[in-house]
């Protein structure tokens, strides 16, 4: 008879304790608080260490006007309070007498409203009456202060002051320069716009300098910004809807600037009436100046969802169907739907025929080979080199790119899937596009510029 066996129970999961501070500051001592409440969070400001608990790892403190600016400005002294230990360190040593300006975009604290707040030093501004233009990335404000009011930023790292360029790494970032990239535009802390722009440098603590890609309104040359990156995305997904529909969640040009909002009527010649988002404003705009909206996400793009209905064809509908056949994978076959039977379609070709060659042939098609036939895209300029194309031939419109221009007329276009090259008049091609989720869809002409 085997013993029972004994139950052993798990010993008792312990809290980890806090780490001692590396060094304990004395009563009276004059320390620097990150302090989590508003309106100083983020933020180091002056304060005197009345008691240190052992205990609870924290010091009793006191704040009072010893970050008052050069200026006589202060901001409201808090109430006394208990800290943990981690959001306390001593001074930084005072910046020499002979120090000079800081550089262009170096790291640097600037004391407003009685603290000490981390920003970008500008170059410009009243530097020769000593003062200096200071950025603060997250707002995107500049301010210029009296230069006995900008330190140099120091990090107070296990126990001794290092500056930014010795904690610089070699992390990655997914800007690197010359990316481009659209900025928010924001709004009661909403997003309200996107402006596209590109990466000009990158700056320490998680912040960009980008130059926008549109002029200023008078001509003159690029402007540029410092923005933290969580206020940056990459460029969304090069396609755009050839057409709406009322209801869609979609993004206007306006301004240099993506504008989210919704397609609330459509006119005739792909045109569309479209309500801003943030303003309930009433635009007009072209099929160009519309895009699908997506969203950024934890690192994803997420399409926002749109008014899709299901495609169903009526008899009589003009239709284009594709095969999964050997020899005829990539083409496109005009014809008309006779009927629908269930979620299939009987269809009589325009140009392909029966087996005695002079009756159209018919076929029952599933509803993932056929869709609409596509809008009409005028060419207005002509066709241009690596433009995607459908060109007839074979009865039917094959996919393919402009490898040569011959003359307005004429152009080579390239098969890759065939391995083919062959000449072909204008009205003989169509720019290229896609049925998909219920909406025509091509690489978008405003980002392929």
Not at 116 to 129: E, P
Request: charged share 25%.
């Amino acid at each position: 008879m085997r013993s029972p066996r004994l139950r052993r129970h798990p010993p008792s999961a312990q809290k980890p304790s806090k780490p001692e501070p590396s060094e304990v500051f004395p009563s009276g001592e004059v320390v620097e608080v990150l302090p989590d409440e508003q309106p100083y969070r983020a933020a180091h400001l002056a304060a005197v260490v009345k008691s240190y608990d052992p205990d609870l790892r924290s010091y009793a403190v006191e704040y009072g006007s010893l970050a008052a600016s050069s200026s006589g400005t202060s901001g409201r002294p808090l109430p006394p309070g208990v800290v943990p230990a981690s959001q306390v360190r001593p001074r930084p040593p005072p910046p020499s007498l002979a120090a000079s300006p800081p550089a262009e975009h170096a790291a640097v604290d600037a004391l407003r409203d009685g603290a000490w707040w981390l920003g970008v030093a500008l170059l410009g501004g009243g530097r020769a009456h000593g003062r200096v233009a200071v950025c603060f990335p997250e707002t995107r404000e500049v301010v210029e202060f009296d230069a006995a009011d900008v330190r140099p930023h120091l990090e107070w790292v296990a126990g001794e002051w290092r500056s930014p360029e010795d904690l610089e790494t070699s992390k990655r970032t997914p800007y690197k320069k010359g990316t481009q990239v659209e900025v928010s535009k924001l709004e009661d802390n909403s997003v309200i716009a996107w402006f596209p722009g590109v990466v000009a440098k990158t700056i320490w603590k998680d912040n960009l300098l980008v130059d926008y890609t549109s002029s200023k309104s008078d001509g003159s040359s690029l402007c540029s910004e410092i923005v933290e990156m969580r206020h940056i995305r990459p460029c969304p997904p090069r396609t755009s809807a050839i057409c709406f529909s009322v209801n869609d969640d979609v993004e206007g040009f306006q301004g240099d600037g993506w504008w989210p909002g919704m397609i609330i009527e459509v006119h005739p010649e792909l045109k569309y009436t479209f309500k801003l988002a943030n303003s309930g404003k009433d635009l007009q705009l072209d099929q160009k100046a519309l895009r699908l909206r997506y969203d950024w996400v934890d690192g994803q793009w997420e399409k926002v969802s749109q008014n899709w209905l299901q495609t169903e064809f009526a008899k009589g509908s003009r239709v284009e169907v594709s095969s999964n056949d050997e020899g005829f994978r990539g083409a496109w076959f005009q014809g008309t739907v006779l009927k629908s039977v269930g979620h299939k379609y009987l269809v009589e070709y325009d140009a392909l025929k029966a087996e005695d060659e002079t009756t159209p042939l018919t076929e029952t098609i599933g509803e993932e080979h056929i869709r609409p036939s596509p809008p009409d895209i005028p060419v207005s300029n002509g066709f241009k080199f690596l433009d995607e194309v459908d060109a007839f031939c074979n009865d039917g419109w094959w996919v393919g790119v402009i490898s040569k221009v011959i003359s307005d007329q004429k152009c080579m276009v390239y098969f890759k899937s065939y391995k083919e090259e062959n000449e072909f008049g204008r009205e003989q091609l169509r720019l290229h596009c896609d049925w998909v989720g219920g909406r025509w869809m091509r690489i978008s002409p405003a980002l392929e510029m």
